[in-house]
Structure formats: C-alpha cells, structure tokens
C-alpha cells in the first residue's frame, strides 16, 4: 500500500524558514514525478513546485527566489525549503506523488502539513 507523509509544518513569523519533507512507502514503485501544493481557506489548491525523475523543476512564480524544490532518490523522499516567509504564503500544504505501480501510472497526495506565518 503506498502511502506519502509530509511532515515540516508549524508557525513561523514572517521572514522565517521551514523545510517540508515528503517520504513514500509501500509496495513496488518508481517515481515520475512528485511535487508541492497548497490551499488557504476559500481559495483553489495552487502548484508550488515540482520535480521529475530526471530532475526537472517547475516553480510557481508566487515563490520563486524563496522556495526551493529537492529530492533524495535512496530515501524516496522531496523537500520544499521555505525561506523569506510571508503570511500570504500560510496554507495546507500537500505532497503530490506521480508513481508507476500495479503496471500504470498512479496519482497520490498526502493529508497535508499546515504552514501559519504570522506578521
């Protein structure tokens, strides 16, 4: 069974860090793709940032210069650096995961991590 957490959420003031971590576990898979979302309340779910397996990154420009997309392959895991904190950047933030398992493409998202940055 695959699963993805994320985990790296808290409050933070603005102009402060945080370092996201997105790990998937379960049967046999190979990644295509993983990446970055968030939602605030009363707003549409937004991309943040995302890398493929051959490490190409696209990057929201709401974020970029601030934000930086990672991974590690041997841990099956991505990470979102967070610098420059601002409060419109407060949200629930989702991993997104793009797998090849039980012979086709899968699409998974993890529960969220909330991110408050305060003023």
């Known amino acids: 069974q695959v699963q993805l957490v994320e985990s790296g959420g808290g409050l933070v003031q603005a102009g402060g860090s945080l370092r996201l971590t997105c790990t998937v576990s379960?049967?046999?898979?190979?990644?295509?793709?993983m990446g970055w979302y968030r939602q605030a309340p009363g707003k549409e779910r937004e991309m943040v940032a995302v890398?493929?397996?051959?490490?190409?990154?696209d990057v929201a420009d709401s974020v970029k210069g601030r934000f930086t997309i990672s991974r590690d392959n041997a841990k099956n895991s991505v990470y979102l650096q967070m610098n420059s904190l601002k409060p419109e950047d407060t949200a629930l933030y989702y991993c997104?995961?793009?797998?090849?398992?039980?012979?086709?493409?899968?699409?998974?998202w993890g529960k969220g991590t909330l991110v408050t940055v305060s003023s």
């Open positions: 379960g049967s046999a898979f190979s990644i295509n793709a």
């Open positions: 890398i493929t397996s051959t490490d190409r990154i």
């Open positions: 997104s995961a793009d797998l090849w398992s039980d012979y086709r493409n899968n699409h998974y």
